[in-house]
């Protein structure tokens, strides 16, 4: 199978780590929604990565979809959601803040990008801002003493996280600043230890 998208994207690189977490080998081609558009937008027609295709030349997109087939591939013994109950419903809860926090960081970065300076909109941009700190502020409630949200192991929600945070004080230095939320440094630091999260980090 071929994973298409820059590891610099959080969502490509949350399907890369759980591959390699899995065991489970790909093809990597990292296609840029600005350079590549053309090609991005034959797979999905969003413009958007990340974009799986499978070996019989299916194609899925959008991040949650592809870990769903992740999981079924790596089986239960490797599938990084736990399989029901309460570990998944709280598995599934820091997903959804995680993810959620992205989503804000994304828009916080393109209000700053996206716009010529006299158009960016300073109430709108302070609100997404204080969403990013307030959603990562809950995350570390949220994880609390322990080492990974999935105990003795990483799921799902370690890798959103880690890669989530990862992203947000690459791109806001400013506003996800050193040294405020420790528990998550602690949890990047645990897993670049490890080669999936290693082999993904986008370079400094
Ligand atoms: N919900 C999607 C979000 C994917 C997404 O926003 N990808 C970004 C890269 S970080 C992208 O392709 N942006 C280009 C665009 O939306 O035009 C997922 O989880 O896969």
Excluded: C
Aim: charged fraction near 25%; proline fraction near 6%.
């Amino acid at each position: 199978m071929i994973l298409i998208g820059r590891y610099l994207s959080p969502f490509v690189r949350r399907v890369a780590v759980s591959l390699q977490l899995a065991g489970l080998s790909y093809e990597h081609r990292a296609l840029s929604t600005v350079d590549d558009l053309a090609e991005v937008k034959k797979l999905n027609p969003l413009g958007r990565v990340p974009a799986l295709v499978l070996d019989d030349g299916e194609v899925l997109v959008d991040s949650n979809a592809i870990l769903d087939h992740v999981d079924e591939m790596a089986g239960p013994s490797r599938a990084l959601l736990p399989a029901a109950g309460k570990p998944r419903r709280q598995a599934l809860q820091a997903v959804g803040l995680g993810l959620g926090v992205l989503e804000k960081g994304v828009a916080a970065v393109y209000e700053r990008t996206k716009r010529p300076k006299e158009l960016i909109h300073a109430p709108w941009r302070d609100q997404l801002d204080g969403q990013v700190k307030d959603g990562l502020a809950a995350l570390e409630r949220m994880l609390g003493d322990r080492t990974w949200f999935g105990g003795a192991k990483p799921n799902q929600a370690d890798v959103t996280a880690v890669v989530g945070f990862d992203f947000l004080g690459r791109m806001l230095p400013g506003v996800v600043e050193k040294g405020a939320w420790p528990r998550l440094e602690a949890l990047v630091r645990l897993a670049d230890a490890l080669p999936a999260f290693a082999d993904t980090k986008p370079k400094a």
